[in-house]
């Protein structure tokens, strides 16, 4: 799963993007999926990297702005692990979001929500698993997504948003 700066980041862009104002709601859904424990339960999968957006649906309306992020918030993990990240060491990801974390919220003016102001962190160094390139060009592009096309896809079932790949 991508940390919660990326998962802001996206988030801001998003609604940058559609011409819509910053949205605490929005913003809170976003980052909602990872504020537990249990990641299975708010992911629909065993972990992040199987989530699962067709249960999702089939439990779930999206009727407001706080849902809208919340589903935005699992296609960017469902992307993150199905396109962009080749590999994943853990807990090495973690200190990668560490290592850009200050350049995110430098490049697209994040602030960082209260409710998890004590969960990010800053340090200095290179990172293994991903690289600046790589998050700015998935912050574009998820963030480019149409979140109705995507219900429909995901309701009809489209492939490309019901295949795992398993990273090594």
Same mark, same amino acid.
Request: proline share 4%; no cysteine; hydrophobic share 35%.
């Given at each position: 799963?991508?940390?919660?700066?990326?998962?802001?980041?996206?988030?801001?862009?998003?609604?940058?993007?559609?011409?819509?104002?910053?949205?605490?709601?929005?913003?809170?859904?976003?980052?909602?999926?990872?504020?537990?424990?249990?990641?299975?339960?708010?992911?629909?999968?065993?972990?992040?990297?199987?989530?699962?957006?067709?249960?999702?649906?089939?439990?779930?309306?999206?009727?407001?702005?706080?849902?809208?992020?919340?589903?935005?918030? &699992?296609?960017?993990?469902? &992307?993150?692990?199905?396109?962009?990240?080749?590999?994943?060491?853990?807990?090495?990801?973690?200190?990668?979001?560490?290592?850009?974390?200050?350049?995110?919220?430098?490049?697209?003016?994040?602030?960082?929500?209260?409710?998890?102001?004590?969960?990010?962190?800053?340090?200095?160094?290179?990172?293994?698993?991903?690289?600046?390139?790589?998050?700015?060009?998935?912050?574009?592009?998820?963030?480019?997504?149409?979140?109705?096309?995507?219900?429909?896809?995901?309701?009809?079932?489209?492939?490309?948003?019901?295949?795992?790949?398993?990273?090594?």
């Amino acid at each position: 799963m991508p940390g919660y700066v990326i998962h802001l980041a996206i988030a801001k862009e998003y609604l940058r993007k559609n011409k819509k104002e910053p949205n605490k709601n929005f913003l809170e859904g976003t980052i909602a999926p990872d504020l537990t424990t249990d990641k299975s339960k708010t992911h629909y999968g065993k972990s992040p990297a199987y989530t699962n957006l067709g249960k999702y649906l089939e439990k779930n309306n999206i009727e407001n702005d706080y849902d809208k992020g919340f589903f935005l918030h &699992l296609i960017a993990d469902y &992307l993150f692990y199905n396109r962009y990240l080749k590999k994943l060491e853990k807990p090495q990801i973690y200190k990668d979001y560490d290592y850009t974390n200050k350049s995110i919220i430098e490049k697209y003016d994040i602030e960082v929500l209260d409710s998890i102001k004590n969960k990010v962190f800053f340090e200095e160094g290179i990172p293994v698993n991903i690289t600046l390139d790589l998050l700015y060009k998935m912050i574009d592009e998820v963030s480019s997504l149409n979140l109705e096309e995507i219900i429909a896809e995901v309701k009809n079932n489209d492939i490309k948003w019901n295949t795992y790949k398993k990273l090594v």
